[in-house]
């Protein structure tokens, strides 16, 4: 009963990020709405009313997650890394193809993506490493610590997944960079990343090599790899200052914006309300993140405090590489805009974490 | 529980590098927004509209250019150009073009180059292949008819090409004269006459282009209509040439180099102008064999009838013997003695033969040249060059034409300035037969002795008939105050060269034509020019005829060609004579 209660009171002091991720929830079912237009005809109904579903079966998970004591993670953190590497393994082996990637598997209809369960497990895992006391050694500290990441970063760079392999790098490396871990490792393992890298240029995949010379010059290919970029900037610069209004971006209803829906759901908000609108929503994402990492303060708990870092990191990398390739300012990698972009997978995904985040700041209060 | 603490507060170090470095990332997505959207807003916005908004051109038609009877010498035909939309074939279009380029047994590499010099928008249509036949083009459509898209557009089109050319200039696409659709307003894509008629009335016979703006989605189909300006067809122009006249001048010339002038003597509409060698100017509009055109070294680009100036000799006669009557320096009844020689100083003036004892008349019907030296010494330099500027010889004619040439009649003044030398009598010997320093172009020529032909009078010469309904203009012509007999002692001198003279004028008696003229033969340095000038009837004038033969001899060569041309009008009846 205490415990309940306890869980409550949180709700009530966390309120500013629970309105703010039913904001998220609105904003993400009007500009869904939008996005499925082609020269003011609708035609996504289903996609939308299964968007709504995830939504709803999202806050559900929360509520549980909420619920579950955060310190059986970090007695199972090695457990769950299994498990994420075991779900990848099923989506080699059962998971079907959808534009050219191996990334979903279907379980009872829904189709979800292993690769962002493993965003949660790394944090995990990477929450149980940096919170143990520093040996001052190399292997222990860092080495050992990431080759669980490079494990996972392999196997789903060869799915291929590019944007989630990313992704789960950047997120340990931050949790690391964040943490007790000395410099050095990290100065160290940047030099190594640098040598390596036009080996690992060898390992990516046409697509994304091009991809990534797109970013670097979009004119190079205006037609192929560099399109996205070039589309995407011109539909967020058209929205100018007040935005085409609601439905009126042509860039999105006359479809020149590929992935709209999905990776470049920024564009079509920023095309149709315009720098205004944009900024309102950059200011919410940055209010949540620090709203999270506010959170850390009272926590005494190593383990807890470097998980709920996670978190914020795992948000913040999302919206900054979302947001900044809408903009043309990182390469195109397959990365959803949390909360906002259609999808169940991320969402479950967000909202796992943010139950576990509840979980965590309700014993700390 | 106190270490615990101190734990905690270096963790919030953490904490608050972290809360730095995500507002420091939001400082830069909020400036790269910025930089978007308020900064550079306009141009993604007008980017934006280049995307969804095509605007379709409807070209307009250019107006024709008809002879006098209503034979098309200028038209517009339909070019059929094969277009891609480039965001269409993004993906295929190496192997697209590579098809394309077998069925029309091209390199490849052409149609490549075309479209990226086509290239404007993704979701415009860009042409790949040009002016194709209109059969093949169908086909193509039918092999592709998702990729490709049958674009035709106007061409310019000269059935007689060869006669023309001159007359009629050419178009070219406004995009290569920069000068053009930057002073003018002109558009890239519009067709701008660059030479001859094409050029001159270009103002009439360009029409306004007008379009289509259309919605459209990103595979360029379109998907609304916004609106459409009309496109408004260029004014047809009716010339004063008769095509049967001009074909005739052309077979006349055949292969020599000059230019055969025929015009009515009292209006000055231009029967026929030709210059030879021509060009085709279909050639500019494919842009085929222009570099031979441009090479060949007989400047075929060249209007030798209005382009270019050269000595008159013995054609000049006329107006110095008409000077001499109006500055009564002689009558009609005057006489020189011709030894065949005249001495001036330490130089020596020939004549052709020895004439005696000759009057105007004689003088001018043999062309002697000891009378006009000595004519010509007596008027002086300053009479007969006010004379000739009179006759307008050193002045662009009115003739509706672009890139007149205007001739020199040289004067103590000029010879000066040109080449810091003063004049001697010797020069004005030389100019009273037309040689030394005298340029003037056939035209000018022409229009002078026309002149005299019709007493006193400077026609303004016309190609021009109509435009459309409209009739082109009033007769204009210049009166220059001469006394009608002293024009009717030097037409007698005109008439007796063709009736009984020595010159080689006589061979013209023969046809009929109570024809009057003059010859000459000028000295150059390389073969000497041939002239003929000469009207009929020369009693009351109705046709003047010039013909000028560059290096081509002498005057009785002039005088064989005119022949032909003359015989072959009367043959074939083109004439109206009253």
């Known amino acids: 009963m205490n415990l309940i209660k306890k869980i409550i009171n ?56 909420s619920f579950i004591n955060y310190r059986l993670y970090r007695n199972l953190a090695f457990v769950l890394y299994g498990f994420g590497l075991l779900l990848i393994g099923i989506v080699y082996l059962t998971g079907y193809e959808a534009m050219g990637a191996q990334r979903w598997i279907s379980i009872g209809g829904l189709n979800l993506q292993p690769s962002e369960v493993s965003k949660i497990t790394i944090i995990i895992l990477m929450a149980y490493f ?94 192929g790899s560099g399109y996205t970029i070039i ?33 470049f759901m920024f564009t079509v908000i920023a095309e149709e309300w315009g720098f205004l609108g944009s900024l309102v929503l950059l200011f919410i994402f940055w209010l949540v993140i620090k709203k999270i990492l506010d959170k850390t303060k009272k926590i005494r708990d190593p383990f807890a405090y470097q998980v709920v870092l996670g978190i914020g990191i795992y948000f913040f990398l999302h919206i900054f590489i979302n947001i900044g390739m809408a903009l043309g300012i990182l390469p195109v990698v397959g990365l959803p805009l949390v909360f906002i972009s259609y999808g169940g997978s991320h969402l479950i995904c967000s909202f796992i974490l943010l139950g576990i985040f509840f979980n965590i700041t309700s014993n700390y209060r | 529980m106190n270490l615990g603490d101190k734990k905690i507060k270096k963790e919030n170090k953490y904490t608050l590098n972290l809360k730095r470095f995500v507002g420091l990332s939001f400082f830069v997505l909020l400036i790269a927004l910025f930089n978007l959207q308020v900064v550079r807003g306009d141009y993604f916005l007008r980017r934006a509209r280049n995307n969804y908004m095509r605007a379709v051109l409807l070209p307009s038609l250019r ?53 990226r010099r086509n290239l404007k928008f993704f979701f415009s249509p860009t042409n790949i292949v040009t002016d194709i036949d209109k059969q093949v083009a169908l086909e193509l459509k039918r092999r592709y008819p998702e990729s490709v898209l049958i674009n035709p557009t106007p061409k310019r089109n000269y059935p007689l090409g060869l006669e023309f050319a001159h007359l009629l200039g050419y178009v070219k696409k406004a995009s290569f004269l920069q000068d ?37 989605d990103a595979r360029g189909n379109a998907v609304g209509f916004l609106g459409r300006k009309k496109p408004t067809r260029g004014k047809d122009i009716y010339l004063t040439i008769d095509n049967q006249i001009q074909k005739i001048a052309r077979e006349s010339l055949a292969r020599k180099k000059g230019t055969i002038i025929f015009f009515d003597s009292n209006s000055g509409e231009v029967l026929a102008m030709y210059s030879s060698p021509s060009f085709d100017p279909n050639s500019f509009i494919e842009g085929r064999g222009v570099g031979k055109i441009y090479a060949d070294r007989d400047s075929p680009l060249i209007n030798r009838a209005t382009q270019s100036t050269y000595p008159l000799g013995s054609v000049i006669k006329p107006i110095i013997a008409l000077a001499g009557l109006e500055e009564e320096e002689i ?29 105007l008349t004689a003088a001018l019907g043999n062309s002697c040249n000891v009378y006009f030296y000595q004519l010509g010494l007596r008027l002086g330099v300053e009479k007969i060059s006010r004379w000739a500027k009179k006759f307008g010889l050193d002045s662009k004619t009115k003739i509706d034409l672009p890139y007149q040439r205007q001739g020199v009649i040289p004067n103590p003044e000029w010879k000066r300035e040109r080449f810091n030398q003063s004049w001697y009598a010797g020069d004005t010997v030389n100019l009273s037969i037309g040689q030394g320093y005298t340029q003037v172009t056939p035209l000018a ?134």
């Open chain 1, 10 to 65: 949180n709700y009530a002091g966390l309120k500013t990020i629970l309105l703010s991720v039913l904001l998220f929830n609105l904003i993400s079912a009007v500009s869904l709405y939008s996005s499925l237009h082609r020269q003011g005809q609708f035609f996504g109904g289903e996609i939308l009313s299964r968007q709504l579903t995830w939504i709803a079966l999202s806050w559900a998970i929360f509520l549980i997650f």
């Open chain 2, 180 to 216: 053009y659709s930057k002073k003018y307003g002109y558009t890239p894509r519009e067709r701008i006459g660059v030479y001859g008629l094409e050029q001159y009335y270009d103002s009439y016979l360009k029409g306004q282009d007008g379009g289509d703006l259309l919605e459209v």
């Open chain 2, 331 to 359: 009558d009609s009844k005057t006489t020189f003695d011709c030894k065949g020689v005249f001495s001036l100083g330490r130089s020596d003036f020939r004549c052709s033969r020895i004439h005696g004892l000759q009057d």
């Open chain 1, 231 to 263: 589309q995407s900037k011109i539909a967020v610069g058209s929205g100018q200052i007040f935005g085409r209004g609601f439905l009126s971006g042509t860039q999105n209803q006359f479809n020149f914006l590929p992935e709209r829906h999905t990776d």
């Open chain 1, 130 to 223: 940096f919170s143990q006391s520093p040996k001052n050694n190399f292997f222990l500290d860092f080495f050992l610590p990431f080759s669980f990441v490079g494990l996972y970063v392999f196997t789903i760079v060869n799915q291929p997944d590019l944007g989630s392999a990313i992704m789960i790098a950047l997120i340990a490396f931050f949790m690391g960079l964040f943490s007790k871990i000395k410099k050095k490792y990290f100065l160290g393992a940047l030099i190594l990343v640098l040598v390596l890298s036009p080996l690992s240029w060898n390992l990516l995949k046409d697509y994304q090599r091009a991809r990534l010379t797109a970013f670097v010059n979009p004119n190079v290919d205006p037609l």
């Open chain 2, 445 to 578: 020529i022409a229009l002078a002795i026309n002149a005299i032909a019709i007493e006193g009078y400077l026609v303004e010469p016309t190609l021009l008939k109509r435009i459309e309904d409209r009739q082109a203009r009033p007769i204009s012509k210049k009166n220059i105050k001469v006394d009608k007999a002293n024009i009717a002692a030097v037409k007698e001198g005109m008439r007796y060269a063709v009736t009984q003279g020595t010159g080689t004028a006589r061979a013209l008696g023969n046809l009929g034509l109570d024809l009057a003229g003059k010859t000459g033969t000028a000295q150059t340095s390389k073969d000497p020019h041939g002239w003929f000038i000469g009207f009929f009837p020369y009693q009351k004038p109705q046709y003047t005829i010039a013909v000028f033969l560059e290096n081509g001899g002498s005057g009785s060569e002039a005088v064989r060609t005119a022949h032909h041309f003359l015989s072959e009008i009367k043959k074939q009846n083109l004439l109206q004579l009253k």
């Open chain 2, 63 to 115: 107006g024709s250019i008809y002879d006098r009877n209503g034979t098309p010498l200028a038209e517009d035909k339909a070019a059929f150009n094969i277009a891609v939309i480039p965001y269409q074939v993004s993906k295929d279009r190496d192997f697209l073009f590579e098809e394309i380029a077998q069925y029309l047994e091209l390199d490849k590499r052409v149609l490549h180059l075309n479209y």
